[in-house]
């Protein structure tokens, strides 16, 4: 139900007023001056004010402009027996919204009364439906974030296994996904890329031989070299990898960069035997890190073969079968860096 506030030093004035807004269904409070009426203003909330203007003390005029302080939408009908011109001009700077002279018609007041009703109740209306809509709209955003983040958990946990279900398969090459990971993500910090693509670059090291897993063990853990057949086995790894990879639902750069990352830049490498700028960036980082931590690293076959020697096939090949501006990086990082090889498995976030 709708609120007036009536302010008369007239007692008859404010009798008659409010029961003409009462019977009108509007539940209304009265003042006998503008202290009263600012102190009950102050303590509840009002949709229209009708105040006369020359009354002792404080004046309508004087009242409105603090009420307009405390409330700038209450609807506000000034009345006054002495209608001047100066008085409607500051009446209206008050932010009065209707202005009506004595004596009062019954007609024409109640007219004006809830002509200003209307008003107050379509600018709540309108209000409410504001502040519903930015509720609605904030409620959608938590729930995108919300699906968001379970989805890159899901996504998150999905990496951690494949990279730890290749590992169970090929011991001797423990930690060496996450170590490339790691690597190629500092690598491309240090090449100064996107936190987007530092975290693809990192995802795609932790599973870059996730396709192994079509290999057989025997030939993952052959102690000495590998005969043809069995090289040709070993290195299907790379479609495997990104067939399995292409049907989940994981950012396709990466698939492709696990497609690549045994390719050179002078088409030595495989499947494709792609060459230069066929090469990804994301494949490039990968393939110099898997190749000097493959190097620094124990096999089955041979011992560790240091950074120094691992770092010097970088720099020797560097143009030739690796990427320049990547090699020159890597180095850095290395050498400048002093980076060593961290097998940690970070929380994934995946770039969505
Ligand atoms: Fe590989």
Known sequence: ????????????MRMTLSEFVRRDGI????????????????????????????MPKMSGIELMEKIREIDSECKIIILTGEP??????????????????????????????RRNIQIKQLSDERKWLLLENERYQRHLEDMVDQRTQALQKSMSSTITLLSQVIEYRD??????????????????????????SIENVRIMGYIHDIGKIVVPSEILSKPGKLTYPESLLLQSHSLAGFKMLSDVNIPPIIAEAIYQHHERIDGSGYPRKLKGDQISLQAHILMVA???????????????????????????????LYDHTVSKACLELFRIGNYTFDDRQYEISMPI
């Open 290 to 320: 898997d190749v000097v931590e493959a190097m620094t690293s124990h096999r089955p076959y041979r011992p560790s073969l240091g950074l120094d020697v691992a770092l010097a096939e970088i720099e020797g090949n560097a143009g030739v």
């Open 1 to 12: 139900m709708s609120r007036a506030l009536i302010v008369d030093d007239e007692l008859s």
């Open 84 to 113: 001047t011109v100066e008085t409607a001009i500051r009446a209206v700077q008050s932010q009065a919204n209707d202005y009506m002279a004595k004596p009062v018609q019954k007609d024409d007041f109640l007219h004006i009364v």
């Open 171 to 196: 011991p001797y090459t423990a930690g060496h996904q996450r170590r490339v990971g790691n690597c190629s993500a500092k690598i491309a910090e240090w090449l100064g890329l996107s936190k987007d």
């Open 27 to 54: 539940e209304c409070d009265v003042a006998q001056n503008a202290f009263q009426a600012l102190s009950m203003f102050q303590e509840n909330s009002y949709d229209l004010l009708i105040t006369d203007i020359v």
